[in-house]
């Protein structure tokens, strides 16, 4: 049996000591490790003892990288182990660390739901949907999910859904009415909203094209094609444009009349 001498102890940050044998080696070990092996009350250790005790300050280093990064923001228990796979610790202690992780209340996917649901609340224009998928992706059980869920009421829905249009009605800048309805529909599907919420706000709306709108983009189209073009030719080619953009050419020859 091969007996190792520890000369001295150094206590570090973080919980650690750093062990001076005898042989020239240092061996760095969690306070956790030190304690249930008795280290710092014998100056002996054997080397099958030092191996077993290495062993289990992995264990330990685990569960406290996986601390620290919970600590830093919250995370939940699919990203955790992903993180911790990728600094290459072995997936039996990962699991160890998750558990007692989950058992102490630092991991837990309900609370992150929560919390991830409210910053999408309050951050962005991100409809149930959307919210949803982002959770799935990380790996979160739909059962939780749509629990949780249910604090994005549809009042709050149906207001975030206005403000969205009302945004998009006041930076328009050269769509007509029927294409600015569409782009709007759209985007608000792929924020994530109901299709049948979104056409129930969208009804309470009037979406004629804007004049000022339209005598802009006449002018613009003038410009550009009156280069080339002139007469009716050159009203067929603004047409076109108008018609692809949705926008209404009677007001221009109204205005003319």
Not at 77 to 94: C, G
Not at 173 to 179: E, F, L, T
Not at 239 to 251: A, H, N, Q, V, W
């Amino acid at each position: 049996m091969i007996i190792l001498k520890i000369e001295k102890y150094k206590k570090m940050i973080n919980g650690k000591y750093k062990l001076f044998l005898d042989n020239g080696h240092e061996v760095i070990l969690y306070e956790e490790v030190i304690l249930k092996y008795e280290l710092l009350l014998h100056k002996e250790i054997t080397r099958d003892t030092l191996i077993k005790a290495d062993q289990f300050n992995q264990e330990w280093d685990v569960y406290y990288t996986g601390l620290r990064l919970l600590k830093s923001r919250i995370r939940s228990v699919s990203e955790l182990e992903m993180i911790l796979l990728k600094k290459e610790y072995p997936q039996n202690l990962v699991d160890k660390a998750i558990s007692k992780l989950k058992e102490q209340k630092y991991l837990d996917d309900r609370g992150y739901v929560k919390s991830f649901i409210h910053n999408r609340m309050i951050t962005t224009s991100s409809g149930p949907y959307k919210i949803e998928r982002e959770l799935l992706d990380k790996k979160i059980d739909s059962s939780i999910i749509q629990e949780e869920l249910g604090v994005f009421t549809k009042d709050e829905q149906f207001e975030k859904i206005r403000r969205i249009i009302d945004k998009g009605i006041k930076t328009n800048r050269n769509r007509g009415g029927v294409i600015l309805k569409n782009k709007i529909y759209h985007d608000l599907l792929s924020l994530g909203y109901d299709s049948s919420d979104i056409q129930s706000v969208l009804s309470t709306y009037t979406f004629d094209s804007d004049r000022d709108i339209v005598q802009k983009e006449y002018e613009k189209y003038y410009r550009k094609y009156s280069r080339k073009y002139s007469g009716e030719l050159l009203e067929r080619k603004i047409r076109e444009k108008f018609y692809l953009k949705g926008l209404d050419y009677s007001i221009i020859e109204n205005k003319e009349k």
